[in-house]
């Protein structure tokens, strides 16, 4: 028996949704760090932080 399997995909097998979904979680994370900063460090009247 042959442990050695092999398995083509073509281009209709490969579903990328998961791949794109992480990429605009990503993307929206470092939007709302960069929106969080910006408040903090350039206008100093936005959101506070305590603690």
Do not use: A, C, K
Not at 7 to 15: A, I, M, T, V, W
């Amino acid at each position: 028996m042959s442990t050695d399997t092999e398995r083509q995909l073509g281009h209709e097998d490969f579903d990328p949704v998961g791949t794109v979904v992480l990429i605009v979680i990503y993307f929206l994370i470092l939007v709302g760090m960069w929106v969080f900063t910006y408040f903090i460090e350039f206008l100093g009247n936005g959101p506070t932080v305590i603690g």
